[in-house]
């Protein structure tokens, strides 16, 4: 049985179905939020979860039950803040225990201006979204037929171009962990987290651009490498970045993840397919089709690249063994390669991580 957090101001939660849970708000609520419904199977790494870019537009449905046990600290930060729409729990902690804590959950929420509701049924609203497909949603204190109207006017993620509302707005530079380093590295930040700054400056600078940047600004630079980053919503919403990888595959070595990986595969003539309640977790089994080895792998998108749609020249060289969805391809007369998981995952799994030293091997050829 569900039961309201004390203390909580109380509210719902309203699908754009009509399905209705209750619970009390939490965070910096208002009488109406809106966003699309997803969940997330990590057991922890819930501040990096809130932090990531790629959740712009969205709900987070956290389906472990208990959530900030362990506090909120400044390093865990994966970006300047947060870009979700909103968290939904079960259980939100009402008192946090770990020595690098700094403060709270329910503190970072109303820093960050991020509105959740706790006390909700997880796992039923779980068990629907795997059934319906992620959907639109509001959650607040206004009567039930409002959050409802509200949940049915919100147009998700589906064309959409979130990527221009978490890009950075200028660019900057990432010194290399070795100070002596020539090598120079692009990075077009499409909702790019900081952990895979950090793991691509361990083989050189980094210059992060923004999204918007041309091909020939890119190449101007003399890059040794251009990466791609991770981003949310809907590949087909960035012609922009498709036009820019066109315009520098074969020139320069690409290493794309995540929404980088379905930009390269829309850059090559491949289609992008959303997916009916999209891989958002640390707990992913992916097969390495070249190695036959298992990787776990941390997960966030909605959309997905259709293998069936590559050209010749491409292959796909891992899949999801949940669902088969693409998991990365490589372009070998391009000089180019990405996944659809995350190999820089922080707090973790690190199965992918030998994904960076790939790169830095192109690199070094080229």
């Known amino acids: 049985m569900t039961t309201t957090p004390t203390a909580l101001t109380e509210g719902q939660l309203v699908l754009a179905d009509g399905s209705t849970f209750d619970g009390g708000l939490i965070g910096d609520h208002m009488p109406i939020s ?21 959740y ?48 709270d959950l329910g503190s970072m929420l109303f820093d960050q201006a991020i509105p959740g509701i706790a ?11 795997r059934s319906t497909g992620a959907m639109p949603a509001a959650f607040g204190s206004a009567p039930h037929d409002e959050l409802l109207a509200a949940a049915q006017t919100e147009p998700g993620t589906d064309g959409v171009d979130l990527v221009s509302t978490v890009t950075t707005p200028v660019g900057y530079t990432v010194p290399a962990i070795d100070p002596d380093s020539r090598r120079r590295i692009v990075a077009m930040d499409f909702g790019m987290k900081r952990n895979i700054a950090h793991h ?48 520098m595959l ?16 829309r850059a090559i003539g ?4 959303k997916l009916p309640f999209g891989h958002h977790g640390a707990n992913h089994p992916v097969m390495n089709l070249h190695t036959d080895k298992v990787e776990i792998t941390s997960q966030n998108h909605n959309f997905a690249v259709d293998a069936s749609t590559l050209p ?13 969805v693409c998991e990365g391809i490589a372009v070998a007369d391009e000089r180019a390669f990405s996944v659809q998981h995350h190999p820089e995952a ?11 030293g790939q790169f830095d091997t192109l690199m070094e050829k080229h």
Do not use: W
């Open 270 to 273: 491949a289609d992008t397919v």
């Open 34 to 54: 809106t966003g699309e419904v997803v969940f997330n199977t990590c057991l922890s790494g819930y501040q990096e979860v809130i932090t990531d870019p790629s």
């Open 119 to 129: 006390g909700v049924d997880t796992r039923r609203l779980t068990r629907l979204i």
């Open 346 to 356: 922080n707090p973790g799994p690190h199965d992918a991580e030998y994904l960076f």
């Open 56 to 103: 712009a537009g969205q709900f987070v449905t956290f389906t472990y039950p208990h959530i900030g046990n362990y506090g909120i600290n400044v390093t865990d930060f994966e970006s300047v803040g947060a870009f979700c729409r909103g968290i939904i729990v079960r259980d939100l902690a009402r008192r946090h225990s770990n020595f690098r804590a700094q403060s």
């Open 312 to 324: 010749s020249n491409a292959e796909m060289t891992h899949i999801n063994l949940n669902d088969d």
């Open 200 to 247: 691509l400056s361990r083989y050189g600078h980094v210059d992060v651009v923004p999204a918007q940047t041309t091909a020939a600004d890119i190449l101007a630079r003399e890059p040794d490498g251009v990466f791609l980053s991770n981003g949310p919503g809907d590949p087909a919403m960035s012609p922009y970045a498709v036009e820019a990888i066109q315009g």
């Open 250 to 265: 074969g020139k320069v070595p690409i290493f794309g993840i995540c929404l980088g990986h379905q930009l390269l595969g």
